[in-house]
């Protein structure tokens, strides 16, 4: 099992649409988890950390689920800036380094 | 946003060339990183520097050798790559290494 698993999409979505992204980590002891996004020929910016409780960012909110070890992104009125690629990141215990989903893509269109 | 700077942004160069990637954080950070990114594929941890001290290779081959000066400056030479070796070269920076890390604009490679 890949440590972090993502449906790589790609998601189309019209403006406006509430779109929401699963993803799975197989390591139990994660502490850390993180959605990242990416632009096409661009480097990953960190998009929000994401809370045991949940959290909300504006149009974005990220919940953790470590019962069930996965992790979500739902957006919320998509505009067309909204369209990347978002990248899933989880961090071990200990000092240990981010390890990378592959990424799902999404596309806003008019 | 300059807080991790990489150069150059584009490089081609034959197999047998010798070139360096070079980054730097403006940030305060004390952990630096090199990610590799080839299509298709997720973000491939190269090399970690804690405190200027490599703490982690990943069973990255020797054509790639790091080079991590003080705590704001890590570069990455090449020597003798191969085709398979372009990818996007990515720097990243972190408080610590149990942050959030910040990413340079990355080094497109292609190796002819």
């Known amino acids: 099992r890949k440590e972090v698993e993502q449906d790589p999409g790609p998601f189309n979505v019209p403006e406006g649409a509430t779109v929401a992204f699963n993803c799975t980590y197989s390591?139990?002891?994660?502490?850390?988890f993180f959605w990242y996004r990416q632009d096409c020929r661009k480097e990953p910016k960190l998009l929000m950390s994401?809370?045991?409780s949940g959290n909300e960012d504006g149009r974005f909110t990220a919940q953790l689920n470590r019962a069930s070890q996965y992790i979500s992104l739902l957006i919320r009125d998509s505009k067309l800036s909204d369209s990347a690629t978002y990248l899933c990141v989880v961090m071990n215990s200990g000092y240990s380094t981010l390890t990378f989903g592959k990424g799902t893509m999404l596309l806003v269109s008019p | 946003e300059t807080g991790v700077t990489q150069t150059p942004r584009h490089l081609v160069m034959g197999m047998t060339n010798k070139k360096s990637l070079k980054c730097e954080q403006h940030l305060g950070h004390n952990a630096m990183y090199w990610y590799k990114q080839s299509a298709k594929k997720p973000l491939e941890l190269m090399f970690v520097?804690?405190?200027?001290?490599?703490?982690e290779n990943n069973s990255v081959p020797s054509r790639f050798s790091p080079e991590c000066p003080n705590s704001s400056h890590l570069f990455l030479h090449l020597h003798t790559l191969q085709p398979e070796d372009s990818a996007l070269y990515l720097c990243?920076?972190?408080?610590?290494?149990?942050?959030?890390?910040?990413f340079g604009q990355g080094t497109r490679l292609t190796v002819v």
């Open positions: 520097y804690n405190f200027k001290e490599q703490t």
């Open positions: 390591n139990s002891a994660s502490q850390s």
């Open positions: 994401v809370y045991s």
């Open positions: 990243a920076s972190s408080q610590d290494m149990q942050n959030e890390a910040f």
